[in-house]
């Protein structure tokens, strides 16, 4: 479960920090700031990718700042507008990958790749609900370009938004459990294969293979494929296709029955 969410400070003051590039730039008096609103979202976002989203204080931003905390406030109003400002600013930094073909598939996949790729580069990412999202230039933007990977496929568009829902609410999952492994090997110090070694011996004296044969079976047969109880990889390249697969039955499923020949009524 995520623990920090987005849209959580002050509406007014958010979307004026995530729209500023747009508005009529105020004349501010006493002496010009050192720093730009920019500069201090890329600061942040470079000590949340070192330390987490957890150790972005404002006491500590401002720290390798080099500012004084009072000041970093002439910036941002608080935690949570800067915490938008982060994500839209990675929103509309995001890559955005050619598909491999034209068909809608490769171009939903191609989306769900570029988003896995964002959460990879900043896994804090994955701690943030964003169900009310940050309304600001990056994320419309991200929203727009993926959208597009569903425009013409003859979805409505409620439709075309929840399928869009629907892959990215899948590589978010992922992402936050690849997350987790990542934080398990951390706070262990062990690799998947090192714990499972390490236990090895105890679970053969507590394990019994005649009670649990389907267990057995199968956890040995993907434990020796994965060299772990779970591979984020394979677990995200077997999870996307299943996704497609699904949306495949809604988007061409209209398709293959408008071409079918109609009955003939008998007279």
């Known amino acids: 479960m995520a623990s920090h969410r987005s849209s959580m400070g002050d509406p007014t003051r958010t979307l004026e920090l995530l729209w500023r590039e747009s508005l ?26 070192a330390e987490g989203l957890d150790a972005v204080t404002m006491r500590a931003l401002a720290g390798k700042l080099g500012i004084a905390p009072m000041a970093l406030y002439t910036y941002v ?14 929103y509309a930094g995001m890559a955005r990958r050619k598909p491999k073909a034209r068909d809608w598939r490769s171009r939903l996949e191609a989306v769900a790749h570029d988003n896995r790729a964002l959460f990879t580069a900043h896994p804090w990412l994955a701690d943030v609900s964003t169900t009310r999202p ?17 425009e013409g496929v ?12 629907f892959v990215l609410g899948f590589v978010e ?12 090997r951390l706070e262990s110090r062990m690799s998947d294969g ?12 507590m394990f ?3 009670r649990y044969p389907t267990a057995s079976r199968v956890g040995s047969a993907a434990g020796a494929a994965h060299g772990a109880a779970y591979d984020p990889d394979h677990a995200y390249a077997f999870g996307l296709e299943r996704i497609l697969d699904g949306l495949a039955v809604l988007i ?16």
């Open 24 to 49: 009529p730039v105020k004349a501010q008096r006493g002496p010009k700031q050192a720093l730009t609103v920019s500069a201090v979202v890329d600061a942040a976002v470079a000590l949340a990718d």
């Open 77 to 90: 109003p608080g935690r949570a507008e800067l915490i938008d400002v982060m994500l839209d600013t990675l």
């Open 134 to 150: 940050p309304l600001g230039p990056g994320q419309l933007a991200k929203y727009e370009y993926e959208l597009q990977a569903l």
């Open 154 to 165: 003859g979805l409505d568009d409620v439709a075309q938004d929840s399928a869009l829902t």
């Open 173 to 184: 999952s992922s992402a936050r459990a690849a997350a987790d492994q990542r934080a398990a």
């Open 194 to 205: 090192a714990w499972w070694e390490a236990n090895a011996p105890l679970l053969t004296r």
């Open 208 to 210: 019994d293979a005649e």
């Open 252 to 267: 061409e499923k209209p398709r293959a029955a408008s071409k079918r020949p109609g009955r003939r009524v008998r007279k």
